[in-house]
């Protein structure tokens, strides 16, 4: 089956949450940002959906350079990731909580962990899994999908809960042979996290040397939206920072991450890994973050999609059809791998 047949099946199930529009870019007009303002947010964006509308449109402002004279090559999208051999240089995001797209109707949370880490594994890349309100000691979807499931091949972000259950999160992790632990420091603004009482708090520099010395695993610190914040966490052991604003979640009136990338790879270029999401649905989206400086990528809304339409099966064809329109873009703007890829390839 192909990404549309898995997106009509998923529309149906996604009835009321997500139109699964061909263009998931979070307009006005769209089902997910129907609601009036201070609503529950659903499947959009927080607020009047302009932190969501951003992502998209600032990679929209970018074109790119179509250079055809040269010699023939086939684009080689293979990416080392913390010493693992990927495919290519495009994870699937920390997205948990399917009660906000359409709850057991579309898929349940445990069938969905599977889906996503198992999806991007069958694709040679990996699946990241994040924290909710739903989420304990008791029931842990994410383990069990990581490390139960898939021999550790995942990477857990957890909400920036109270250290001691981050410590102790990560540890087990660890002891679960993970790739990577960390957390998102935006996910202190998270709504769902606040409206079902779940503490979760800003993090400090402290907090951040103090669990990177804790666990062996790299540790990575996501929601990252200033050349400030990008700063302290490299300066505190980081070993990789995403820059993101959740998707457009937990604060309105943010720039869109293509614009804040910019000024971030001109501070820490070669610093840390910087990796990125935020409207980003096709291979061509890739390059342009490329471009601009990211190491790699994170997929959101789409490989929700994809895992509500055809499962395991539907986020590996996903994949498939990123890795597709990556290698195309590539291939028409004369770079051969990704160490070719400059701001040369786009036109601003
Ligand atoms: C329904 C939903 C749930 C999310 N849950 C989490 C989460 O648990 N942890 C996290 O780090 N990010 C979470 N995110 C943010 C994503 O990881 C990612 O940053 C965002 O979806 C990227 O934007 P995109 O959806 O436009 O691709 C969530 C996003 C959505 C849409």
Same mark, same amino acid.
């Given at each position: 089956? %192909?990404?549309?047949?898995?997106? #009509?099946?998923?529309? @149906? +199930?996604?009835? /009321? ?21 201070? !609503? ?10 302009a ?7 600032a990679? !929209? ?8 004279? /040269? @010699? ?10 913390? /010493? ?6 495009i ?6 909580? $399917?009660? %906000? ?7 349940? @949370? ?20 994040g &924290? =909710? ?27 920036p ?5 981050l +410590? ?14 960390? =957390?998102?420091?935006d ?10 009482? #779940?503490?979760?708090?800003?993090k ?5 040397k @103090? ?7 790299? $540790? ?8 400030? &914040? ?13 820059i ?12 869109? =991450? ?12 070669? !610093? ?12 061509? &989206? ?24 055809g ?12 890795? +597709?329109?990556?290698?195309?873009a590539?291939?028409?703007? /004369? ?12 036109? +601003?």
């Amino acid at each position: 089956m %192909s990404v549309e047949d898995h997106r #009509k099946i998923a529309k @149906e +199930k996604m009835r /009321g949450k997500c139109g699964v529009f061909s263009m998931c870019d979070g307009a006005p007009n769209k089902i997910c940002q129907g609601n009036s303002y201070g !609503k529950p947010i659903g499947f959009g964006g927080v607020g009047s959906g302009a932190s969501f509308v951003n992502n998209v449109q600032a990679l !929209k402002k970018l074109n790119l350079k179509m250079r055809e004279i /040269g @010699e023939n090559y086939t684009p080689d999208t293979k990416y080392d990731f913390f /010493g693992h051999e990927l495919t290519m240089p495009i994870m699937g995001a920390s997205i948990t909580g $399917v009660n %906000s797209f359409g709850g057991d109707n579309a898929i349940t @949370e445990p069938d969905f962990c599977k889906a996503t880490v198992l999806g991007a594994k069958e694709a040679g890349t990996i699946g990241w899994r994040g &924290d =909710t309100y739903t989420y304990t000691f008791d029931f842990m979807p994410c383990y069990d999908a990581i490390c139960n499931h898939a021999d550790g091949w995942g990477v857990k972000i957890s909400k920036p809960r109270d250290q001691e259950v981050l +410590k102790k999160v990560f540890k087990m992790y660890e002891e679960g042979n993970a790739i990577a632990v960390g =957390t998102d420091v935006d996910g202190c603004g998270s709504t769902i996290m606040a409206a079902n009482n #779940k503490p979760v708090f800003r993090k400090s520099p402290e907090d951040i040397k @103090e669990l990177v010395n804790y666990t062996k695993l790299p $540790v990575i610190i996501k929601g990252i939206m200033s050349v400030e &914040d990008a700063v302290a966490a490299t300066e505190a052991g980081a070993k990789a920072i995403v820059i993101s604003n959740h998707g457009g979640r937990v604060l309105d009136h943010t720039p869109g =991450t293509a614009d804040v990338l910019f000024p971030i790879v001109d501070e820490l270029k070669g !610093k840390v890994r910087i990796i990125i999401d935020g409207g980003i649905r096709t291979g061509y &989206d890739v390059l342009k973050m490329l471009a601009i400086g990211a190491e790699s990528v994170l997929i959101g809304r789409d490989i929700v999609r994809a895992a509500v339409g055809g499962g395991t099966e539907g986020v590996n064809v996903y994949f498939e059809f990123l890795q +597709k329109t990556l290698v195309k873009a590539m291939w028409m703007t /004369g770079v051969a791998t990704l160490e070719d890829i400059t701001r040369d390839v786009i036109y +601003k």
